[in-house]
């Protein structure tokens, strides 16, 4: 067992111990916002300005300048998700429902994505750290969670596809990097999120039948 924990958390011993309350407790909120997000509530967004607040913070101290900004964007499309979700139609109902992606989500799902991979290798290779295929795994992410967040502002039920492909090549990724926490956090996320498609399917079909 202690070899295990070693394993795990050894890289710890050497960090202050505000970055392990601050990655511990952007954990805790990045968890309560998926959750949020599968059960299509609106929390998910105040939830998730805590979390990725703290994580732009400490990824800038890390150094993964795209896994940063991938937060930092996080951010702002929380406050732009939270205004469209907040909208109620005269009956107090959600103006902004679950529905599947058309043809122009499609392409501005491309653009996005091109634009931001095109972008942060931009920001690597400024700051020369375009050093191990980690930053080039760490560029193609970003195109996917840029993808994911903007999808989830616009309820779109693909959102989750994005960010489960996302989440699960992210687990490796930050574990290698030494940020077990956030690495078990992309675990949870890809199990919360795989339930979450999965309940937005079956209220986008009620709401289709309906």
Do not use: C
Request: no cysteine.
């Amino acid at each position: 067992m202690g070899e295990i924990f070693d394993f795990l958390f050894a890289q710890y011993k050497d960090y202050s111990t505000l970055h392990i309350t601050l990655e511990a407790i952007a954990t805790i909120f990045a968890v309560f916002s998926v959750i949020y997000s599968w059960k299509n509530n609106v929390l998910v967004y105040p939830t998730g300005l805590i979390s990725t607040g703290i994580f732009v913070y400490l990824l800038l101290q890390w150094n993964l300048y795209g896994e940063m900004i991938i937060n930092a964007y996080y951010f702002y499309m929380s406050i732009y998700g939270w205004t469209l979700w907040s909208k109620k139609d005269s009956t107090n109902h959600d103006v902004l429902k679950i529905s599947a992606m058309n043809a122009d989500d499609r392409v501005k799902s491309v653009i996005i994505f091109t634009l931001s991979v095109i972008g942060i290798s931009a920001v690597y290779i400024y700051f020369d750290k375009f050093t191990s295929r980690l930053s080039y795994i760490d560029t193609f992410i970003t195109g996917l969670f840029f993808v994911g967040m903007w999808l989830m502002a616009k309820r779109k039920i693909e959102n989750w596809l994005f960010l489960i492909v996302g989440d699960i090549i992210a687990i490796p990724l930050f574990f290698i990097k030494g940020y077990t926490l956030t690495s078990l956090l992309n675990v949870i996320l890809t199990v919360i999120a795989i339930f979450g498609y999965m309940s937005w399917k079956k209220t986008l079909l009620s709401e289709k039948q309906a």
